[in-house]
């Protein structure tokens, strides 16, 4: 019996509050009639796509990340991974359409709230067929299919806090022992996981990635996430954080609390001479640790409350944000006695449209 394969092209689309996210399967086994029939249209997206890095002048392909030479359903092929800003999404359709995608027709899965938003409009500009799906659906989905194939795609730090060598190691992920995934995008939802097939969302929170570039924006005058990120890393957040050694003058022994601890996030911003005192980078940094203290404590909560002991980031808030991870590692583990364990993936906040992709075959 012959399974029929969907035609290409294969992308899957996430089209979340700040980012979009397209991953798009670059197909190594076409067969000689695939070839003929594959088009003029196609084969310039393809070539296009996989030739270049930057596409106008917001498109990001995430090399580092392509998985090469892998399966998908029936095929092998190259994964690609690639974002651009969702305030450019019309930009994009249009683009589309420049180079003749709204000729063809072809079917593609999309999530996040913009698979919503902008269906109309791509459906008036654009001949595709377009299927919407639940973006923590996709998000499972994306998450066992990239963590069985690659083996390298979960991590954690021993050292979190040792800045010269953290010690990043690969951790061997088991999908179906319970676990926690804490998705931190422009907002944040956190899922319990039972098993592959088996989740429910517990709670969220509004004070996420967009809370940190949104104040970073207002509060230094930056204009872009990798710029908030760098001044962050330059700063420090004790110049703007209240202590509780500024408070006792030491630890605060009866409860545990070591003097180093924020006992009040901004807290010194209140005094003049404080203000004066702290640079843009140290107003960065803070807002850094406050966003990430607040998110260590309610995964933690919910991690006790669920009774794991792993927890999963994913989400493009922890892009180039090594230190943030550190940050968030250091805090579960200091705050769970050792018994809670921050794990991160090297996909970050691609998975939903990787799940997205997988529909084809299912
Ligand atoms: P969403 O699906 O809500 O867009 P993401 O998982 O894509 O969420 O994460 C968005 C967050 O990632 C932003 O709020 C910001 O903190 C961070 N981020 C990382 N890279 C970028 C970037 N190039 N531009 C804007 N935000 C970025």
């Not at 800003?85 to 930009?91: A, E, L, N, V, W």
């Not at 710029?227 to 605060?252: N, P, R, W």
């Not at 309610?298 to 669920?306: G, K, L, N, P, V």
């Amino acid at each position: 019996e012959e399974t029929v394969i969907p035609v290409f092209p294969w992308f899957g689309i996430d089209i979340g509050g700040t980012l979009v996210k397209l991953v798009y399967f670059e197909p190594l086994d076409l067969t000689a009639e695939e070839i003929r029939n594959e088009g003029e249209i196609l084969v310039n997206i393809r070539r296009y796509l996989t030739s270049n890095r930057a596409y106008g002048q917001d498109g990001v392909r995430d090399d580092a990340l392509e998985l090469k030479n892998i399966e998908l359903g029936s095929r092998r092929g190259n994964l690609h991974f690639i974002r651009f800003p969702t305030s450019k999404m019309m930009t994009f359709i249009d683009a589309c359409v420049m180079r003749n995608l709204h000729m063809l027709t072809f079917k593609i899965f999309a999530t996040g709230g913009g698979a919503y938003k902008f269906e109309k409009d791509i459906v008036e500009k654009l001949k595709i067929s377009w299927c919407k799906c639940d973006e923590l659906d996709t998000l499972m989905n994306g998450l066992c299919y990239i963590t069985k194939l690659n083996s390298k795609e979960c991590f954690y730090y021993e050292e979190p806090q040792n800045d010269a060598n953290p010690n990043k190691h690969p951790f061997t992920f088991d999908i179906n022992h319970p676990f926690l995934l804490v998705n931190i995008g422009s907002g944040i939802s956190i899922l319990y996981v039972e098993s592959e097939s088996s989740y429910r969302r517990i709670t969220g929170t509004s004070i996420g990635g967009g809370t940190f570039l949104g104040l970073c924006c207002l509060l230094t005058g930056c204009s872009s996430y990798d710029e908030a990120i760098q001044l962050a890393s330059e700063g420090d957040s004790t110049k703007v954080d209240k202590l509780v050694k500024d408070i006792y003058g030491g630890d605060y022994e009866r409860f545990g609390l070591p003097g180093h601890i924020v006992a009040s996030s901004f807290g010194h911003m209140n005094q003049s001479d404080k203000r004066d005192q702290a640079s843009k980078a140290d107003l960065a940094r803070a807002t850094l640790v406050t966003v990430l203290n607040n998110i260590g404590s309610i995964s933690m909560m919910c991690a006790r409350t669920e009774n794991v002991h792993r927890v999963l980031f994913s989400g493009s808030f922890l892009r180039v944000n090594d230190l943030s991870m550190r940050i968030l590692a250091y805090a579960m583990d200091y705050w769970s006695g050792g018994e809670i364990k921050a794990i991160f993936l090297e996909h970050e906040g691609y998975f939903s449209a990787v799940g997205c992709l997988r529909q084809f075959l299912m």
